[in-house]
């Protein structure tokens, strides 16, 4: 035992984390001998053994940090599924939840939702101006409230001088091994941190194992959504001309790199637009339209005007 203390806030930290990763398996019905805590003397020793891959019925469900992150789906593909959502939901007399959905599924899915009579559809963001938004859809009867489908999380640490972006939290959260789906915004603080928004079954799970961002040490607390500060995000407004109106021309400019680096970002898919992986590089763009680059940040196309030299004058405004 006095081996042991020494490594003793390494140990018991890893210790209950994967003790509460124990009592998720074991609330989902999956044997908890698939996880082995073996504690001796200074080592920790783990293992997770994932069963066979999750069916998307398990998925949809799945708080697990480890779990399984399947390919993305089209838009068309996601509507299409909410809508099987919708009948099964009416049939059964039950309530059903999405994932967070990107802005553009959101509001084709809510569109589709309207025209069915014997559907009520509900979508939370855990504020009024949320992008990432999850929808519960059940019958009128059923669903008569609004379901607590949101929950919000505090992630502080001193980020006075070492700022980190929208990014930054997000690939630390997503380095946990959490699909993309069980998050929805979040809500940058300055150098008090950010505030995420969640799926209630993770909170848990985050509040033990999301220790650092960046290089800055953090901690997660639960608040109530009422306590979410949302600002508009700070924005950068500038001009560029270019020949084209394709994506590598537009987004190279706005990025301030090179069209080299930025080619090499949409071959890895780490570009999108309008939240949808784009896999040509020479994709025209439009007013309105919102492109984003892993770590990179988001960028929407303003105004474009026609120039007398036949080149294409373009409002970018810039996320910050």
Not at 132 to 158: E, M, Q, W
Not at 242 to 263: H, M, P, Q
Not at 307 to 318: A, P, Q, S
């Amino acid at each position: 035992m006095a081996a042991i203390g020494l490594a003793a806030p390494w140990v018991l930290r890893r210790a209950t984390c994967a003790l509460a990763l124990a009592r998720s398996h074991h609330r989902l019905g999956i044997n908890k001998n698939n996880i082995i805590i073996k504690l001796s003397h200074y080592k920790v020793l783990r293992s997770f053994t994932l069963p066979h891959p999750l069916t998307s019925s398990a998925s949809e469900i799945c708080h697990l940090a480890q779990a399984i992150k399947g390919e993305e789906k089209s838009a068309n593909e996601e509507v299409k599924h909410i809508l099987e959502m919708a009948r099964r939901a009416s049939s059964r007399r039950e309530v059903l939840h999405t994932n967070f959905l990107t802005p553009p599924v959101l509001k084709e899915s809510m569109l589709a939702l309207e025209k069915l009579s014997d559907i009520r559809a509900v979508a939370q963001g855990g504020y009024p101006q949320a992008e990432r938004c999850r929808i519960s859809i059940g019958h009128p009867d059923v669903l008569t409230s609004d379901p607590d489908v949101i929950a919000a999380l505090s992630v502080t640490g001193n980020f006075g001088f070492q700022p980190c972006s929208h990014g930054d939290f997000l690939g630390a959260i997503l380095n946990k091994g959490i699909a993309r789906e069980k998050l929805g915004d979040i809500i940058l603080q300055g150098e008090k941190g950010a505030q995420i928004i969640i799926v209630p079954e993770l909170v848990d799970f985050i509040i033990l194992s999301l220790d650092k961002v960046g290089n800055v040490p953090v901690s997660c607390t639960k608040i109530p959504l009422i306590s979410l500060d949302y600002e508009a995000p700070r924005t950068q407004t500038f001009k560029t001309v270019e020949a084209s109106l394709r994506v590598d021309a537009l987004a190279s400019a706005g990025f301030k790199i090179s069209r080299s680096k930025l080619v090499d970002s949409v071959s890895k898919g780490e570009l999108r637009i309008n939240w949808i992986p784009v896999s040509k590089n020479n994709t025209t763009l439009k007013t309105g339209d919102i492109v984003s680059v892993s770590g990179r940040g988001r960028l929407k196309i303003g105004e474009i005007r026609s120039t007398r030299k036949g080149k294409f004058e373009v409002e970018l405004i810039r996320y910050l």
